[in-house]
Every structure is written in C-alpha cells, then in structure tokens.
C-alpha cells in the first residue's frame, strides 16, 4: 500500500511518501480501507518525537480515520460497511475497561501513535470494538474530522467539569480542533460560552459556532475580559490546551467553584498556580486525555443529526501530508485539516 512515513523524528519533510506493507490484522481485527484521516496536534508530537517515549520506525501516524471495512478477522462485521474508528485503542479487560473507563487502561494507546499505527495510509487495522458505523448521509472528510477532538471536548466538558446548563465556559484557541469542538458541545448543552482566537476571522466564525463573545487574545487580555463581560464574576469552566502561554490568565477568569479542564500543553508544560486562589477559592483542575468509547458513541448521535458539525479547514490529497503537518505547525487553520485517500 501507500503511506505516509516517518523513519526519524523532525520536521514536516522528514514524511514520506511510499510503499508500506499492507497491514495483517490478528485475531479480532478488521482492516480498513482509509478513505479520509484527519490531523491532530498527536501527529505533530509524533513526528516530533517527545523524550522518554520510542515510537518504533518507520512510523504511520494518524488518529482519526473514515473508511470501509475491506477484511475482518472478527465475526458480524459486514465487509464494505462504513464506518470511522474510535482513535482509543485499549485492552477491553482490565478494571478500567469495565468500569467503562477505558482511557484510563494501563495499556491505552491512540492510533497512530506510539505502537499502532495509524490511518495517513490506504489502509490500517484496528480492533473490531473501534468500528463505529456512519450512516449514508455523512461523508467521509466529516467523519475523519469528527472522533479525537469531540470525544475530547465532551470529555471535559461532560465527564470532568460535569457541565450544567446556564453555567458560562471559556473556550481557548477557538480555532482548534478542540476549540471548535468544544463550543459547539458546550452551546449544544445550554451553557453561555466566550472563546479566544488571534484573528478577527477567526473570531467571527467562533460567534458563528455558538460563542456569545469573543476575545482577541493579541489585543485584548483575557482574564480582564472575561472579568468585564461576567461582571467580575469569571466563568464556571475553562477548556484550555494553550499551556504555559494562556495558564495564569486561565486561572484567573475562574469563579467562585471553577473548574479548569486541560487536555494539552501547545505552548509549553510548566503552569505556576496560587495556592490560596485554589482552596480559598474552591477551584478544581483537571487533567483529561481523550475519552471513552461509550461518550464517543454517544456525542456521534448529534454528529447523525446534524446537532454537531466538524469544521473542516482545508483537505489535502495524502502525498501532500507535509503541506498539510505545515498549516498545523504554523496554527494557520480555523478547524480539522483532512487527508482525503483515493
Ligand atoms: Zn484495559
């Protein structure tokens, strides 16, 4: 088959463009044929390489997949069924596993990164529990663009700050991928949400998800302006992924009660926090790493009905996935980059 590869950690060229071996799924595996696979900044880390993790070359990143089942291993899979794949990968047996908690399974790895690998390729193989299937009416690119970065905004938003209706939430980075996602899953669930970007097009399109004000955060900062629109009071929630460059000004937008949700460290892994502002004013902090396979399950019925909508920034033809790890690289995107395979 073709894929793209990496057999060294660096820059966007160290992709390749090649000949693969076809994947040989195992027992209980079906194999896909990849029709579009969605970026996430999990490729980027993975083609960067982080210290202490080996990722075994050549490599095939690749989280979020759309495609048709071609061979199963597994019985009651029906061949030619269209499907996207669940991105988390764990074992199904231990007690996080069956306590429906299986992104916190020892073993829990994402597709196409670390020891799977993962959908920029015609074709890939996962375990038949990750099969999730599409109805006609979604295409392919919406599909791909859909799995990592709903599960994860659902998770934080639903699971870890237990959002409820009429609570106010700060979204960063509303360009990206979570941040799209997120203020779709917190408006779709009655919250009152403001979300930050660093262009007025940006800004714009975040109003059109559902943001009810926006903040430029070059030119504005953004614990003032949470202050200003709340009234002083700060928000219930923040989704933050920004890391070190966003941290204290995130902690300070908080209420009385806030709960801070972090999924991500773009811009750097070291956050100073006040410890009297923290008990003093009953603030939680969570740390969330996608979700699970049944809230998954459960935020597609909305992607079904139309209720959530992936944006889709730009696709790309698969032998041009450099090109496409670039735009990600320079955060020039507004939503999902999607490789489209032939
Ligand atoms: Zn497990």
Same mark, same amino acid.
Request: charged share 20%; net charge neutral.
């Given at each position: 088959m073709k894929a793209v590869r990496f057999h060294q950690h660096g !820059?966007?060229?160290?992709l390749r463009y090649e000949d693969a071996p076809d994947p040989d799924p195992g027992p209980g595996e079906v194999l896909v044929k990849v029709r579009a696979c969605a970026l996430n900044h999990l490729d980027l880390w993975a083609r960067r390489g982080l210290p202490g993790l080996k990722t075994p070359m050549p490599h095939v990143s690749g989280s979020d997949v759309a495609g048709e089942v071609?061979?199963?291993?597994?019985?009651?899979v029906g061949i030619g069924r269209r499907v996207m794949l669940q991105p988390g990968v764990s074992c199904g047996r231990c007690e996080a596993c069956l306590s !429906?908690?299986?992104?916190?399974?020892?073993s829990y790895e994402v597709l196409g990164y670390l020891h799977h690998d993962g959908g920029c390729a015609e074709y890939v193989k996962v375990p038949v529990q990750n099969l999730l299937s599409i109805p006609d009416a979604i295409d392919f690119v919406t599909a791909a663009a859909f799995p990592l970065t709903f599960l994860t905004a659902w998770h934080m938003l639903m #699971?870890?700050?237990r959002l409820k209706r009429g609570e106010q939430v700060l979204v960063l980075a509303a360009g990206s991928g979570v941040g799209q996602a997120a203020i779709q899953v917190a408006a779709l669930h009655g919250a009152r949400v403001f979300a930050t970007a660093g262009s007025d097009d940006k800004l714009e399109r975040a109003r059109s998800l559902g943001a009810v004000e926006v903040i430029h955060h070059h030119r504005q900062d953004i614990a003032q302006e949470i202050k200003r629109l709340t009234n002083r009071r700060g928000v219930d929630v923040v989704i933050e992924h920004?890391?070190?460059?966003t941290w204290a000004k995130s902690v300070r937008s908080l209420a009385r009660g806030g709960r801070l949700v972090t999924c991500?460290? #773009? #811009? !750097?892994?070291h956050g100073a926090i006040n410890l009297n502002a923290l008990f003093g004013k009953r603030l939680t902090i969570h740390g969330s790493y996608m979700g699970t396979k049944s809230e998954l399950i459960r935020a597609a019925r909305y992607l079904f009905a139309g209720q959530l909508k992936p944006v889709i920034d730009r696709t790309f033809p698969l032998h041009e996935a450099a090109d496409a790890h670039r735009r990600l690289e320079e955060s020039e995107q507004f939503g999902k980059i999607v490789l489209e395979v032939s």
């Amino acid at each position: 088959m073709k894929a793209v590869r990496f057999h060294q950690h660096g !820059g966007p060229d160290v992709l390749r463009y090649e000949d693969a071996p076809d994947p040989d799924p195992g027992p209980g595996e079906v194999l896909v044929k990849v029709r579009a696979c969605a970026l996430n900044h999990l490729d980027l880390w993975a083609r960067r390489g982080l210290p202490g993790l080996k990722t075994p070359m050549p490599h095939v990143s690749g989280s979020d997949v759309a495609g048709e089942v071609v061979s199963s291993n597994a019985t009651e899979v029906g061949i030619g069924r269209r499907v996207m794949l669940q991105p988390g990968v764990s074992c199904g047996r231990c007690e996080a596993c069956l306590s !429906g908690k299986d992104n916190e399974c020892a073993s829990y790895e994402v597709l196409g990164y670390l020891h799977h690998d993962g959908g920029c390729a015609e074709y890939v193989k996962v375990p038949v529990q990750n099969l999730l299937s599409i109805p006609d009416a979604i295409d392919f690119v919406t599909a791909a663009a859909f799995p990592l970065t709903f599960l994860t905004a659902w998770h934080m938003l639903m #699971t870890c700050a237990r959002l409820k209706r009429g609570e106010q939430v700060l979204v960063l980075a509303a360009g990206s991928g979570v941040g799209q996602a997120a203020i779709q899953v917190a408006a779709l669930h009655g919250a009152r949400v403001f979300a930050t970007a660093g262009s007025d097009d940006k800004l714009e399109r975040a109003r059109s998800l559902g943001a009810v004000e926006v903040i430029h955060h070059h030119r504005q900062d953004i614990a003032q302006e949470i202050k200003r629109l709340t009234n002083r009071r700060g928000v219930d929630v923040v989704i933050e992924h920004v890391g070190e460059a966003t941290w204290a000004k995130s902690v300070r937008s908080l209420a009385r009660g806030g709960r801070l949700v972090t999924c991500g460290a #773009t #811009t !750097g892994a070291h956050g100073a926090i006040n410890l009297n502002a923290l008990f003093g004013k009953r603030l939680t902090i969570h740390g969330s790493y996608m979700g699970t396979k049944s809230e998954l399950i459960r935020a597609a019925r909305y992607l079904f009905a139309g209720q959530l909508k992936p944006v889709i920034d730009r696709t790309f033809p698969l032998h041009e996935a450099a090109d496409a790890h670039r735009r990600l690289e320079e955060s020039e995107q507004f939503g999902k980059i999607v490789l489209e395979v032939s």
